[in-house]
């Protein structure tokens, strides 16, 4: 049972327009959400995270948008740049030392 | 500041052969560590976690196995392997709270043949 989904398999963005990447879950005990980005061959790197008591965090040209009622998240970046081209992977926190639930990841490619 | 190191970078070994892959973390104490493995489509899959020495937690029930002898040393074994254990194998470490989450090692991309 998939409990944090990325519908998207890839996504193929503009260089300078925005990229939406999506995000849902089903467990409504989640309590914190993080975004990861990887290059291939590489660990994943920290991107932006988000409280559920929050509904918008900003964090330069990133932004994470919670919708609690819908289990929904989303990771906005304006403007693209080629080098946001990476998979880029949703993650889900229940409590404390619980391990992170990530969901299958989403290849964004930035055309120039 | 906090490191942590992976080895081998690539490894390719005969199906029914062991293995063995170590992380180490340096620059903190009693570090939550963990074992994923990315598969073609299946994403970040957990495999092992440990909260302390001697602690393993399994997710999937498969022919591998992780050890925690020291506190900052996470190994991932198996004694034979199967083609299906190909895939790239990230160690990750966190500090049990909020915040960033995990830090993950650059990875071992395991071919079995």
């Known amino acids: 049972d998939q409990q944090v989904k990325q519908n998207s398999p890839s996504l193929s963005v503009q260089e300078g327009r925005i990229s939406i990447l999506n995000c849902d879950y089903t467990?409504?005990?989640?309590?914190?959400f993080l975004w990861y980005k990887k290059y291939p061959a590489e660990g994943p790197t920290f991107l932006i995270s988000i409280s559920s008591i929050k509904d918008k965090n900003e964090d330069g040209r990133f932004t994470v948008f919670l919708n609690k009622s819908a289990k929904h998240l989303s990771l906005h970046i304006v403007p693209s740049q080629p080098g946001d081209s990476a998979v880029y992977f949703c993650a889900a926190r229940l409590t404390g030392n619980t391990p992170l639930v990530f969901g299958k990841g989403t290849r964004l490619s930035v055309i120039a | 500041s906090q490191t942590i190191h992976q080895w081998p970078a690539t490894l390719v070994q005969p199906v029914g052969s062991p293995l063995s892959l170590e992380c180490t973390v340096e620059g903190t104490s009693n570090p939550n560590l963990y074992w994923y493995r990315q598969a073609a489509g299946r994403g970040l899959q957990l495999l092992f976690y440990s909260v302390g020495i001697g602690q393993i937690s399994s997710e999937v029930p498969q022919n591998l196995s992780a050890s925690r002898p020291q506190d900052r040393q996470f190994i991932l074994s198996s004694k034979k392997l199967l083609l299906s254990d190909s895939g790239f194998y990230l160690c990750?470490?966190?500090?049990?709270?909020?915040?960033?989450?995990?830090?993950f090692g650059s990875g071992t991309r395991l071919t079995v043949v």
């Open positions: 467990n409504s005990m989640f309590d914190y």
């Open positions: 990750a470490w966190s500090g049990g709270g909020v915040g960033y989450g995990y830090t």
